[in-house]
T-cell receptor, first 115, second 112 residues
Framework: SQQGEEDPQALSIQEGENATMNCSYKTSINNLQWYRQNSGRGLVHLILIRSNEREKHSGRLRVTLDTSKKSSSLLITASRAADTASYFCATAINAGGTSYGKLTFGQGTILTVHP | DGGITQSPKYLFRKEGQNVTLSCEQNLNHDAMYWYRQDPGQGLRLIYYSQIVNDFQKGDIAEGYSVSREKKESFPLTVTSAQKNPTAFYLC???????????FGQGTRLTVV
C-alpha cells in the first residue's frame, strides 16, 4: 500500500495562477519530501521538510506540514508552462538504525500549466 | 560528472526469462533504492539498501531479487516469477535513507 495519497490526481491551470497539491500519509515520519517528474524521466528533488518544521520555502515553492493531520501541501506560485510535470510527495520513515530510512512515494499529481 | 546511471534505457525480453537492470552511482551514497512505476500508480518500492551487503524488501518484492556487493552498484533482477514485469523501473540513491534521493533516468522494460 502507498504511504502517501495525493490530491488532486490532476490539476489544470493557466500560466500565472497558483497551484496547490496535497499529500496525506499514514504513519509517523522523519521528514517529507516533494519531487517533480517530467514525462518518462527520473524524479528530481524539490524540497524536504522535517517532522519538526511547519513551513518551508524555496523560490516559488512553499511547503507546509501538519503532523497532527498527517498531511502536507505544496504550493507553486505564479506558475509557468515549464512547471508542467507530475509532482510526488515522499515520506522518509526511520527503519532500523538512527540514519536508516525507507522512502515511499504517493501516487502523484499531474500538473498542466497552459500558456 | 557525479550521478546515478541506469542501463539500458529500454529493454525487451521474452516471457519467462530473467533480466538484470543495472544501477551505478558515483555519489558515495550509502542508501540505494529500486522503484517500479506503472501508469497512474505512482512509485512503488521494490527493494532498498542502507549499506553494502545489506538490503530489505519493499512493498512489492515478490518476483524480484537484488544484491549490494559494492557501495556504488545495486542491480535488480526481474525473475520469471514476476507476473507482470512490463513497467518503468527507477533506481535512486541518497546519503542516508533519510535524505534527499537522486534518481537515474529509468529503464523501461517490456516483456513480449
Amino acid at each position: 500500500s502507498q504511504q502517501g495519497e495525493e490530491d488532486p490526481q490532476a490539476l489544470s491551470i493557466q500560466e500565472g495562477e497558483n497551484a496547490t497539491m496535497n499529500c496525506s500519509y499514514k504513519t509517523s515520519i522523519n521528514n517529507l519530501q516533494w519531487y517533480r517528474q517530467n514525462s518518462g524521466r527520473g524524479l528530481v528533488h524539490l524540497i524536504l521538510i522535517r517532522s519538526n518544521e511547519r513551513e518551508k520555502h524555496s523560490g516559488r515553492l512553499r511547503v507546509t506540514l501538519d503532523t497532527s493531520k498527517k498531511s502536507s501541501s505544496l504550493l507553486i506560485t505564479a506558475s509557468r508552462a515549464a512547471d508542467t510535470a507530475s509532482y510526488f510527495c515522499a515520506t522518509a520513515i526511520n527503519a532500523g538504525g538512527t540514519s536508516y530510512g525507507k522512502l515511499t512515494f504517493g501516487q502523484g499529481t499531474i500538473l498542466t500549466v497552459h500558456p | 560528472d557525479g550521478g546515478i546511471t541506469q542501463s539500458p534505457k529500454y529493454l525487451f525480453r521474452k516471457e519467462g526469462q530473467n533480466v538484470t537492470l543495472s544501477c551505478e552511482q558515483n555519489l558515495n551514497h550509502d542508501a540505494m533504492y529500486w522503484y517500479r512505476q506503472d501508469p497512474g500508480q505512482g512509485l512503488r518500492l521494490i527493494y532498498y539498501s542502507q549499506i553494502v551487503n545489506d538490503f530489505q524488501k519493499g512493498d512489492i518484492a515478490e518476483g524480484y531479487s537484488v544484491s549490494r556487493e559494492k557501495k556504488e552498484s545495486f542491480p535488480l533482477t526481474v525473475t520469471s516469477a514476476q507476473k507482470n514485469p512490463t513497467a518503468f523501473y527507477l533506481c535512486a540513491s541518497s546519503i542516508s535513507g533519510l535524505t534527499e534521493a537522486f534518481f537515474g533516468q529509468g529503464t523501461r522494460l517490456t516483456v513480449v
